[in-house]
């Protein structure tokens, strides 16, 4: 659907202009000169000819056969244009024209009533208010930017019409190839989706880079997104993300989520490797179009001198890859070919005042050795270092082994002809050793998604009648939240354990509720208005008899009555006190964009202060529940440490998965807390203290 775009027999560009300077010369000036092997038709009702191309009053005088059209004329005028154009069969537009939705108003209003047409039509579009679509195999440049990048493997799509000017200047000085240019602009019609599923099915992308701010159908991007990353590397960097969210949030989770939690969840689920800058973006992209992938985390560091290879050596630890361990027969290699004073172990160190000879004999040793899955090459420029004949054998050396080589020669004024050489061979190069690291990071763990098979959600026999209910009568009352006791009838329907809990309305209720149950018990107040029952003295434990129970009844009634005398009291809930074990919380938000967002982490009170916590987008299957788990820095405490006994992970993957299919079957639902869930030792499953819920 979108090869108009990127193949087109034709082009005609509507507001073409014969004067230098304007948007439309530029394009008919950048469509010449790039050499687009098809016709070009410039439409200027007050020019004969542009650019030596014979020019047309309207278009209804371009002949047959047009592909892709181009607009560069007044937003007011673009709509019906673009009705002409699919009377006249093209199915492709770019409206470079500005004025629509970033202007607002009336701006807004004219995209709003287009990206409606142009779906009756069948029409694609691309923009409005961008730079235009660049495919470097077709010879194809409908942009207006100053310039053509080399023929290559990497893809890139952006919102940021400026950003892609930028990035195709720097691409043409640093001789950096592209398969495809895409600038996105206001996403009337066409999206970032769009353009990733056409290019992964792109024969002539190897690797697919994006710019975006934000995405509009969070579920569609991330299924575009698993699809591509299975078969190509998708590389994106996401700007804004400290913007806080679209709607207040009263959960733990709503508070401690958010737009930057919600992409980091989406992009680890689908497979997107997140760069954290322009710079970084690129660091990624040249190393994934010209290395193979490493088949381990085992990265072994070459150099010349002491000090950068400790340095490198420093960033592995700080990193998820690790230092390789040279078998003994590399080590014996070493020894051989190095002088006494060198360095045998990893970092290899080679001296400074290492020949080309020597150099050659450290790679190809480390590179032979089954223990190295990737090696990084570093130099410093001493007088007697041959940097040029340095790059060469990194060259030839990384084209015998199969390996991936990144290299960090350090320096400026020296390396300019090693540079050219290590550029000729593909081999990464960057100016220090911990972005050459970060870089083989990324494409480990590539690798390991690609070998990463997901589990299915699991499907729970439960009672969505109950909570449907709840829910409904929640409603009735016009209320957004629902009280304790109704969020525990809603996730006991969906399966959690729960404490044995009776609600008093008098002393004498919650004394005789005790003693049947058992002492200790907890008293609880219960009202739909109170969210945070510790900070208004709701809550009492451990007590140990009946007259406990009865003082800690009045206590909690006067406490809350002060804090809050208007709240609506339904009574106290008597409630089995469920010791050992640990505490931890569960929660959903719905965001905007990508649906149900599933938290866990550290319970109890200390949950926002600690901000210990791990998200994912639902429906989430055991082995993302499980990864969520380990994810936390407090992770070796549900371990167990101190010779305390593991705690029962299998009961809070089963209660994560739990809620994941909760808030998948009821979207009304907004956000979700379960906390604490106390988790008891190992085999003897988790049981939910306290929970509550909110609802469209």
Same mark, same amino acid.
């Given at each position: 659907?979108?090869?108009g775009f990127f193949k087109p027999n034709a082009v005609v560009v509507i507001g ?88 607002? #108003?009336?701006? $807004?209003?004219? !995209? +709003?009533?287009?990206? @409606?047409?142009? *779906?009756?039509? =069948? ?130 989770? #709503?508070?401690? $989520?958010?737009? !930057? +939690?919600?992409?980091? @969840?989406?992009? *680890?689920?689908? =497979? ?189 026999t439960v009672e969505k009648g109950r909570v449907a209910l709840a829910i409904l ?224």
């Amino acid at each position: 659907m979108l090869d108009g775009f990127f193949k087109p027999n034709a082009v005609v560009v509507i507001g073409a202009s014969r004067e230098e300077g304007k948007v439309g010369f530029s394009i008919v000036n950048n469509l010449v000169q790039a050499g687009f092997p098809g016709p070009i038709y410039p439409v200027n009702p007050k020019a004969s000819e542009i650019r030596g191309l014979p020019c047309y009053p309207d278009l209804t005088q371009v002949p047959d056969g047009v592909d892709l059209a181009v607009l560069v004329i007044p937003p007011k005028v673009c709509l019906p244009t673009l009705e002409a154009c699919a009377a006249r069969g093209i199915r492709s537009a770019i409206v470079i024209s500005a004025g629509f939705k970033e202007v607002g #108003g009336e701006g $807004a209003e004219i !995209e +709003k009533v287009l990206r @409606a047409r142009v *779906r009756e039509l =069948g029409i694609r579009v691309v923009g409005p208010n961008c730079l235009g679509v660049i495919d470097t195999k077709s010879r194809l440049n409908a942009t207006f930017a100053a310039g053509m990048p080399p023929v290559g493997e990497i893809a890139f799509f952006s919102q940021s019409g400026a950003l892609c000017t930028a990035i195709l200047d720097w691409a043409i000085g640093n001789d950096v190839g592209f398969s495809k240019f895409i600038s996105l602009g206001n996403k009337a019609d066409t999206s970032e989706v769009d353009f990733i599923e056409a290019l992964a099915a792109d024969p002539e992308t190897r690797v697919i880079l994006g710019y975006i701010e934000g995405v509009e159908n969070g579920q569609r991007f991330m299924q575009a997104a698993h699809a591509a990353s299975r078969v190509k590397p998708l590389i994106i960097v996401k700007s804004g993300g400290t913007a806080a969210g679209a709607r207040a949030a009263s959960s733990h989770t #709503g508070t401690l $989520a958010g737009s !930057e +939690k919600a992409f980091i @969840a989406a992009f *680890r689920q689908s =497979g997107v490797i997140r760069a954290e800058s322009i710079e970084e973006l690129f660091n990624f992209a040249r190393a994934f179009a010209s290395q193979p992938l490493p088949t381990g985390p085992r990265l072994c560091i070459v150099t010349n001198a002491g000090g950068p290879g400790i340095i490198a050596a420093d960033a592995v630890e700080r990193s998820t890859v690790k230092m390789a361990a040279l078998a003994p027969e590399t080590v014996e290699r070493l020894r051989a070919a190095l002088p006494p004073t060198a360095a045998l172990y990893n970092p290899v160190d080679v001296i400074g005042d290492a020949k080309q000879d020597r150099y050659q004999a450290a790679l190809e040793a480390v590179a032979a050795d089954p223990n190295v899955d990737g090696v990084l090459a570093l130099t410093t420029p001493q007088a007697m270092t041959e940097n040029d004949k340095f790059a060469e054998v990194v060259g030839q050396t990384a084209k015998r082994t199969g390996k991936p080589f990144f290299t960090a020669f350090m320096g400026e004024a020296s390396l300019g002809k090693a540079r050219a050489v290590l550029r000729n061979y593909g081999i990464p190069q960057y100016p220090y050793p911990e972005p050459a690291v970060r870089t083989f990071e990324a494409m480990v763990r590539y690798r390991q998604w690609q070998e990463y098979t997901p589990v299915p959600p699991r499907e729970y026999t439960v009672e969505k009648g109950r909570v449907a209910l709840a829910i409904l009568e929640a409603r009735r009352a016009s209320r957004t939240q629902l009280g304790e006791r109704e969020a525990r009838e809603v996730i006991a329907a969906y399966g959690l354990r729960l404490p044995q809990n009776v609600l008093a309305r008098t002393v004498d209720e919650a004394v005789a509720a005790a003693t049947a149950m058992g002492f200790p018990v907890a008293l609880k107040i219960v009202s739909p208005d109170i969210l945070h029952k510790t900070d208004v003295g709701g809550v009492r434990l451990n007590l140990a008899d009946a007259g406990a129970v009865a003082q800690g009844f009045a206590g909690i009634d006067a406490s809350v009555r002060r804090f809050f005398p208007h709240a609506a009291i339904q009574g106290i809930g008597v409630q089995e006190m469920v010791v050992g074990g640990k505490e931890v919380i569960l929660g959903m938000t719905r965001d905007p964009q990508f649906g149900p967002l599933l938290m866990f982490g550290l319970g109890g009170i200390y949950v926002e202060v600690l901000k210990d916590v791990a998200f994912r987008v639902a429906p989430i299957g055991p082995d993302q529940a499980e990864a969520m788990i380990r994810e936390i820095r407090s992770f070796p405490l549900l371990r167990g440490v101190r010779g305390e006994k593991p705690s029962d992970l299998h009961a809070i993957v089963d209660a994560l998965c739990r809620l994941s299919q909760l808030c998948v079957d009821f979207p009304e639902v907004l956000e979700l807390d379960v906390n604490p869930l106390l988790v008891r030792p190992e085999g003897e499953g988790a049981v939910a203290i306290d929970a509550r819920l909110a609802i469209d």
